[in-house]
């Protein structure tokens, strides 16, 4: 158990919907990340948050969002589903920001767009 | 831009044989670390290189970081069958915040 919780674990929508994926990062980790894996797919980088900032952005569709609240879990927004967006989403903290920092990933939220 | 590129992409290895991933970049790297995901999981932290030309081992894993900090590699010696998964290497840019992940190296070990 890396200690970074993410919910839901498995969630199905259909296309043109709306969801919002959840992270809690471990206790006292003030950056968080979001990454995309699809099928076969690499991890790709969306997104990540110090203390509530965004510090980088990455391959992250407009119609995606996501903000870091005051008690530092964040939420991940996506809209406008398409059948690509069918991922496996993955939230990381770590305690400070930037390279050098271990990363602790949660169990993953399975998102299937039919 | 940074590229780097991770290769093999796919390793079929018998049980005992010996196995190496290797990311090479263009450019030279602060750090690289090196995270290992089991089937169905998610990715777990293994090691973390920072000084030109660092080896570290870990049981049955090598470990090294080249002398240009530009290549790095993960060594497995006799590989066991709870070695399978896909390896990746993760890097960021000279004073960026993005931690990138390579493609990875998905290892498949046959009884």
């Known amino acids: 158990d890396s200690g970074v919780t993410q919910t839901p674990k498995h969630l199905i929508t259909a296309t043109g919907q709306r969801v919002t994926l959840r992270c809690s990062p471990r206790?006292?980790?003030?950056?968080v990340y979001w990454y995309q894996q699809s099928l076969d797919q690499g991890l790709q980088f969306l997104i990540h948050?110090?203390?509530?900032?965004?510090?980088a952005k990455g391959n992250i569709l407009e119609r995606f969002s996501a903000q870091q609240f005051p008690d530092l879990h964040s939420e991940l927004n996506l809209s406008s589903l398409e059948l690509g967006d069918s991922a496996l989403y993955f939230c990381?903290?770590?305690?400070?920001?930037?390279?050098?920092?271990?990363?602790?990933f949660g169990e993953g939220s399975w998102l299937t767009v039919v | 831009g940074q590229q780097v590129m991770q290769i093999p992409q796919y390793q079929h290895v018998q049980e005992g044989e010996d196995f190496t991933t290797y990311c090479n970049s263009s450019?030279?790297?602060?750090?690289i670390q090196w995270y290992k995901q089991r089937p169905g999981g998610h990715p777990v932290f293994l090691i973390q290189?920072?000084?030109?030309?660092e080896v570290k081992k870990q049981k049955r894993l090598t470990f090294q970081f080249g002398e240009a900090k530009k290549n790095s590699s993960l060594h497995i010696t006799a590989t066991q069958t709870t070695d399978v998964g896909t390896y990746f290497c993760?890097?960021?840019?000279?004073?960026?915040?993005?931690?990138?992940f390579g493609k990875g190296t998905k290892l498949s070990v046959i009884p």
């Open positions: 206790s006292g980790d003030l950056s």
């Open positions: 290189l920072v000084k030109s030309g």
């Open positions: 993760v890097y960021s840019g000279a004073g960026s915040y993005q931690l990138t």
């Open positions: 948050y110090y203390n509530g900032e965004e510090r």
């Open positions: 990381a903290s770590s305690v400070v920001e930037g390279s050098g920092n271990t990363i602790y």
């Open positions: 450019t030279t790297l602060s750090n």
